[in-house]
C-alpha cells in the first residue's frame, strides 16, 4: 500500500513569514496526526483528527498554529507567524480505526526558521 | 502526568554483544507501550507493541508494571540496528502516543 505522504521535504522561511505543509495519509485511514520534532527531542502531538474532526488540539499554538482536514483525507498544518523555536521536522502519521495498532508515519517536513 | 523516559541518549556496542535499551514510564491506568525505530534516512516505523508480546528482528520488550518499565532488548547486536530507538505510550483507544527522547543505538563491527 502506498505510505503516508508529505510535502515539501524541506522548508527554509524567515521569522514571522507564514509556512504551510501537506499530509495525504494511507487510504482508508480515518485518524490523522501531526507531531512536532524538535531536534534531540522525541515527536510531540499537534493535533489529531478522527475523519474531518478535531479529536485533540491541546498541545497546539492556536495563536500562530492551524490545521484542517478537509473531507476527511488530506490535511494541511500552517504556522503564520513563524518563530525561530518552531524549527523542527513535522510529522504526519494515519492509523486504521482502532487507533494505536497499524501507526504509519510520513517522511516529514524538515523546516527551519532564520 | 504521562511520561516516557529513556535514560540513555547514546548506547554504544560491539557486534555480538547484548542490548538493552531502557524505558521508563509514568501513567496512572493501564498503558499500551510501543517501540518505533528509526533508521539512517527512514521514516519512524513500529517495532514491536508490548500487547502483541512478538519478537521483530530478534528484539524483545517485557512490560514490568512494578518497574514502569518496557526495556528493549536483543541478546546479540548486528550492525545494521545501528538506528534511533523510541520509547512510546499511548493511553487505550485515544490513538495518541507520547515518546521518550530517544536513544541512538551504535552496533560497532
Known amino acids: 500500500e502506498a505510505g503516508v505522504a508529505q510535502s515539501p521535504r524541506y522548508k527554509i522561511i524567515e521569522k514571522r513569514q507564514s509556512v504551510a505543509f501537506w499530509c495525504n495519509p494511507i487510504s482508508g485511514h480515518a485518524t490523522l496526526y501531526w507531531y512536532q520534532q524538535i531536534l534531540g527531542q522525541g515527536p510531540k502531538l499537534l493535533i489529531q483528527?478522527?475523519?474531518?474532526?478535531?479529536?485533540?488540539d491541546s498541545q497546539l499554538p492556536k495563536d500562530r498554529f492551524s490545521a484542517e482536514r478537509l473531507k476527511g483525507v488530506d490535511s494541511t498544518l500552517k504556522i503564520q507567524p513563524a518563530k525561530l523555536e518552531d524549527s523542527a521536522v513535522y510529522l504526519c502519521a494515519s492509523s486504521s480505526p482502532g487507533g494505536n495498532y497499524g501507526y504509519t508515519f510520513g517522511s516529514g517536513t524538515r523546516l527551519t526558521v532564520v | 502526568a504521562q511520561r516516557v523516559t529513556q535514560p540513555e541518549k547514546l548506547l554504544s556496542v560491539f557486534k555480538g554483544a547484548p542490548v538493552e535499551l531502557k524505558c521508563n514510564y509514568s501513567y496512572s491506568g493501564s498503558p499500551e507501550l510501543f517501540w518505533y525505530v528509526q533508521y539512517s534516512r527512514q521514516r519512524l516505523q513500529l517495532l514491536l507493541r508490548h500487547i502483541s508480546r512478538e519478537s521483530i528482528k530478534g528484539f524483545t520488550a517485557d512490560l514490568n508494571k512494578g518497574e514502569t518499565s518496557f526495556h528493549l532488548k536483543k541478546p546479540f547486536a548486528q550492525e545494521e540496528d545501528s538506528a534511533m530507538y523510541y520509547c512510546?505510550?499511548?493511553?487505550?483507544?485515544?490513538?495518541?502516543?507520547?515518546f521518550g527522547q530517544g536513544t541512538t543505538l551504535q552496533v560497532k563491527p
Open positions: 483528527f478522527q475523519n474531518n474532526g478535531v479529536v485533540d
Open positions: 512510546a505510550l499511548s493511553k487505550s483507544n485515544t490513538g495518541k502516543l507520547i
